[in-house]
């Protein structure tokens, strides 16, 4: 955290007291530490948000995981920090190039948000971890605990709270911190490694081509879950069926969906002949 005196020409640029990203660290989790770093109650720093957002287009929850390019420069500025530095706290980059997308909106990584925290992250660093935001994935996998939604008080986690401090239930007061750690069953950590690995194949190196193949596959097993005569899934995929159409005319829904329906459906990517196709794995 760095400080900044009042006769400091900074002072009327920046946040009083400043905070850098830590490795993996979300977006949203930044701000709330900028919260709990300046003494604001939780929230205070998203709202700020709100000078640089549109009335027409006013920022949701969402956007954090995917937030507008000005947004992340008002934070950069603000914390006098590289804007390369915010947006690694963000998944921008990883869809600009996985979609071939310059400006990447929020429903390209999933449709929706659903908070969720891991007590021991957050016991240890404060830390509020980027996969947290990737749809279906329900526990950490650094620590092996039970990402958690609800209090225990029973009421539901809010990322922002006006009337509490940060990284507090808003209903009870009790801190993020003091959650229980629930292990999860071995079933569920077996399909949130998949998931995860699926994920990384996509952020870490996917690229317009890979999507395609990806979605071609999916395709291609729905069909064949058609001729056994089951039901195709409720989420669905934006796709044109022909071969190989555009990249630009061929853009996945969300990769969320993408994603579980590579894990249900068993499809499997191979590096050594770039080709995604079906494994038995029952």
């Known amino acids: 955290m760095t400080t900044i005196a009042l006769s400091d020409p900074g002072w009327q640029t920046t946040f009083p007291h400043r905070v850098t990203p830590l490795y993996e660290e ?3 989790g930044l701000l709330l530490r900028c919260d709990e770093a300046n003494h604001w109650a ?11 957002s549109s009335p027409n287009r006013p920022i949701l929850l969402p956007q954090l995981s995917v937030p507008m390019p000005d947004q992340v420069e008002y934070v950069a500025e603000r914390l006098a ?16 190039r996985c ?6 909106l929020p429903g390209d990584l999933k449709p929706s948000l659903t908070f969720r925290i891991c007590p021991v992250c957050l016991t240890e660093s404060r830390l509020l971890k980027r996969t947290l935001v990737l749809r279906y994935v ?6 092996e605990v039970t990402l958690l939604s609800t209090c225990q008080c029973g009421s539901p986690l809010r990322l922002f709270d006006p009337q509490s401090l940060p990284f507090t239930c808003g209903t009870c007061g009790r801190g993020w911190v003091d959650l229980p750690r629930i292990s999860p069953t071995p079933e569920r950590i077996a399909v949130t490694r998949q998931l995860l690995s699926c994920y990384e194949c996509f952020l870490s190196w996917g690229n317009p081509i890979f999507v395609n193949q990806a ?10 879950e058609i001729v056994r005569g089951r039901k195709l899934p409720v989420q669905r995929l934006s796709y044109r069926k022909s071969s190989y159409p555009p990249v630009e005319s061929n853009h996945v829904s969300s990769l969320s969906v993408l994603v579980l329906n590579l894990v249900k459906y068993h499809v499997y990517y191979d590096p050594k002949v770039v080709f995604w196709g079906q494994e038995d794995w029952e």
């Open 81 to 96: 920090l590289p804007v390369q530095e915010i947006r690694s706290t963000t998944y921008l980059p990883d869809l600009a």
């Open 42 to 52: 939780s929230g205070t720093t998203f709202t700020c948000l709100k000078q640089v």
């Open 26 to 28: 979300w977006f949203a």
């Open 215 to 224: 979605l071609h596959a999916v395709v291609h097993a729905w069909e064949e």
């Open 138 to 143: 329900s526990y950490c996998a650094w620590h």
């Open 99 to 104: 979609y071939g997308l310059p400006h990447p």
